[in-house]
């Protein structure tokens, strides 16, 4: 039951989901430090176009404004890099102008090297350099990703997020009674502990890590982030439903040690109140043949 780990790991964004219905998050917060600093580049120039795994030069990166890397490298084990999904490497980042007048910026990735941003040509192209981990320096063209989210929603919630605690409530499967309303920690594994305890057939070996932090990009993706860094983060995107501040549409493609990928989807809402962060999302879902009905509150407190 394997995938029963990823709705707990994934508590976050759980599957199929029904919208709740909450008052708009209108709280302005202050702008998080790294807001000037968010962006998407894709480095497309053909210096750049080396398929790599786990190290050199990446296809895609993302600057967030709560100051996270997103790296994507193609996979050299594919026997299509182009066309397979990336993998992601995530971290901190840390930024600082390199000369003065031109005022260039750098940003540094800890183990996965560094970007210089050197000129914008003002035809959403960006004149930048790559130094690879081994100090190799690859110099070229990366094309910059509009903003897709703005407004009162990419104001609120467009930062890093400590997830503290979630609300779970549970029915069917091999559950012997509903769990209603149970508050647990970010420990994933405490939460499979529960459900073992409560019947479900679940190897508490397969939750050993905790929440780290979410992050909500101006890109329109969502970052999740466990303790354990050599744990690849889980990757989505996130949109405006109908339009309204407070509610989002959300999918991610997720790989778990040797489940296939796996594909989520669904609808939630979002309430910001001071530095607090209140995500809301209810699931239908089969796992190994068993029906699930889940509905999970996740709390965070504003990394800053």
Known sequence: ????????????????????????????????RN???HASFTLNDTKFDLPVKNGGIPKTIDITSGGKFLLGFMDTDAIKPE???LIYKSGKYDVRETKVPSADLKFTFDMYGSLIIKQDNGDGSWLVEYIDPDGSTYSGAAIFTNDKISGVLADNICRSWKPTAFIMSISGGDLTTAIVGKKFSADINEVVKYLKDNGVKIDVNYAKYSLESIDF???????????????????GNFSLKESQDNNIAYNFVLSWED???????????VHVDETQLTLYTESDTVISGKEYHISVSIFCDEIK
């Open 217 to 235: 990009m101006e890109s329109g993706m969502i970052l999740v982030n466990f303790k354990d860094f050599a744990i690849s983060p889980f990757v």
């Open 259 to 269: 489940n296939p990928v796996i594909p989520v989807s669904g609808n939630g809402s």
């Open 35 to 37: 807001k000037n600093y």
């Open 83 to 85: 066309e397979s999904p």
């Open 1 to 32: 039951m394997k995938r029963l780990i990823l709705i707990a790991a994934c508590a976050l964004f759980a599957f199929a989901a029904c919208t709740k219905t909450e008052k708009p998050g209108d709280t302005k917060l202050s702008a998080p």
